[in-house]
């Protein structure tokens, strides 16, 4: 089983940055991959950006050039680095992995950190 924690949220002033982390507990070299989510209030939650354990990397078209997801030195880190950051960047971000567990592909969510981007 994997469990994951987030960090780094908070409040920043447009076109600033904020760095996420989010670390995997448990079964961490089951994972398959890693990634953002995010949710703003009254929409559904949508892919922010993902990277594979061989280190494939998937964005969303809004963050294109301004988000980046790393794997950190420890392989059970992941990190979002996000700058020019605008209000509509303003959500909860939730860490996610799919991992195998025996035969079984299995996903797990985190308890989400909130980012709130002010004009």
């Known amino acids: 089983q994997v469990q994951l924690v987030e960090s780094g949220g908070g409040l920043v002033q447009a076109g600033g940055s904020l760095r996420l982390s989010c670390a995997a507990s448990g079964s961490i070299f089951s994972i398959v991959v890693m990634g953002w989510y995010r949710q703003a209030p009254g929409k559904q939650r949508e892919l922010v950006a993902i990277i594979s354990s061989g280190g494939t990397t998937n964005y969303a078209d809004s963050v294109k050039g301004r988000f980046v997801i790393s794997r950190g030195n420890a392989k059970n880190t992941v990190n979002l680095q996000m700058n020019s950051l605008k209000p509509e960047d303003t959500a909860v971000y939730y860490c996610?992995?799919?991992?195998?567990?025996?035969?079984?592909?299995?996903?797990?969510w985190g308890q989400g950190t909130l980012v709130t981007v002010s004009n």
């Open positions: 996610n992995s799919h991992y195998k567990e025996g035969s079984r592909y299995l996903e797990v």
